[in-house]
């Protein structure tokens, strides 16, 4: 549930509209808390950083079952054109994500949150949820302080977004 986690960051900016159009064409949409939040920095809400660190861990954890469906990777190109960047699939591959960037640049509960709900939803786009992209994701949410409990709500929520 996203309506207790905080909304804004340390500096006092709404955390911005964040995939509003990357899950536009979800057949459950995102909360109304979601779509109604202000943009903030990038065409899609988040900070250079953020997007930098969220397509990465996307692409990452979309990859880490050593199979990157097509629909995996129109869901990464949809964000990445969403939010404005200039990074393409190809940088993706050659780039690393650190879980320990994840933290700083992702501040807040919030943010974090949403990164976990936004991949459970991406890796489950093409059907299969593999042993390893679970793993990948438990470890995340681990390093982000998710309780087993909340780890349990996102995936329900995120299950509950059908991805077309």
Known sequence: MLGGV????ARGFDRGR????????????????LRAME????????TPEEVDVFAR????LASVDNHLDEREVKLIEEFLSETGSGLTLEELKTRQFSLYE???VLETTYMRRIF????????????????????ALGTVAD????????FGDLEQEARRLELQ
């Not at 976990?116 to 793993?135: F, N, P, Q």
């Open 102 to 104: 994840a933290v700083q």
């Open 57 to 60: 861990g996307l692409y990452y």
């Open 18 to 33: 964040f995939f509003v159009g990357w899950w536009a064409g979800l057949g459950g949409g995102l909360p109304v808390a």
């Open 6 to 9: 905080e909304s804004c960051d």
């Open 116 to 135: 976990v709900k936004a991949a459970i939803a991406l890796v489950h786009s093409d059907g299969v949820y593999t042993d390893e992209e679970r793993r």
């Open 39 to 46: 943009q903030r920095q990038s065409a899609g809400g988040l």
């Open 143 to 150: 390093v982000f302080g998710l309780s087993n409990a909340e």
